[in-house]
């Protein structure tokens, strides 16, 4: 079975502090995604990377990067964390043309 | 249109069938998805159809896909407290197949 392994399940920090989402996968997928997820908006993708060093944009990555040196993790950054980030967060891995697979989520607050 | 579009809310009551639905937008699609959340959690594939069939089953699911009408819907027989949860429709696209186009979801509720 595929294991997505988020490194934390819930997460509180302060407005402007520099924040890091870690995923692991362990199935050698190439394709590693960042979703957050809020009430009535469905999914929305921050981004995503296709290979190691490789990311591209996804439909709302301002306030985010993302870094990718080894294929087995894809970490969210938030550069200086503000309360409108304050979000369910999900990372997904794919082999391409392949179903994504998810990790649990990490519940992130920002007070 | 981009959208991917479900009804909010379902309530079936234990045994029997549920049926949720969801429209997509785009005749490129290729993959068509349902993912289940129940609370707290990830989301789970149950299932997923390519765009060149019209029905798959699978034990208690059943998709069917409507092509012509952009309809997709799974089935669950038998519906069981268990299936409470959120359900999520989703599409990948031709010449975008890394990413998936999701639904708001569909809230089901399964009454004893």
């Known amino acids: 079975d595929v294991k997505v392994t988020q490194s934390s399940r819930y997460l509180v920090k302060r407005t402007g502090e520099k924040v890091f989402l870690e995923c692991v996968q362990d199935?050698?997928?190439?394709?590693m995604f960042w979703y957050r997820q809020d009430p009535g908006l469905g999914l929305r993708l921050i981004y995503f990377?296709?290979?190691?060093?490789?990311?591209e944009k996804g439909d709302i990555p301002e306030g985010y990067s993302v870094s990718r040196e080894k294929k087995e993790r894809f970490s969210l950054i938030l550069e200086s964390a503000s309360t409108n980030q304050t979000s369910m967060y999900l990372c997904?891995?794919?082999?391409?043309?392949?179903?994504?697979?998810f990790g649990d989520g990490t519940r992130l607050s920002i007070l | 249109g981009e959208d991917v579009e479900q009804s909010l809310f379902l309530s079936v009551r234990e045994g029997d069938s549920s049926v949720i639905n969801c429209t997509y937008t785009?005749?490129?699609?290729?993959?068509l998805y349902w993912y289940k959340q129940e609370p707290g959690a990830g989301l789970q594939l149950l299932t997923y159809?390519?765009?060149?069939?019209d029905m798959k089953q699978d034990q208690r699911l059943t998709v069917l896909l409507n092509k012509k009408d952009k309809h997709l819907s799974l089935r669950i027989a038998d519906t069981q407290t268990g299936d409470s949860a959120i359900y999520f429709c989703?599409?990948?696209?031709?010449?975008?197949?890394?990413?998936?186009?999701f639904g708001s979801g569909t809230r089901l509720l399964v009454r004893p």
């Open positions: 997904a891995s794919s082999l391409t043309g392949q179903p994504q697979h």
């Open positions: 785009d005749s490129s699609s290729t993959y």
């Open positions: 990377s296709y290979d190691v060093k490789m990311k």
């Open positions: 989703a599409e990948s696209r031709l010449g975008s197949s890394y990413k998936l186009i």
């Open positions: 199935m050698d997928h190439e394709n």
């Open positions: 159809i390519f765009s060149n069939m």
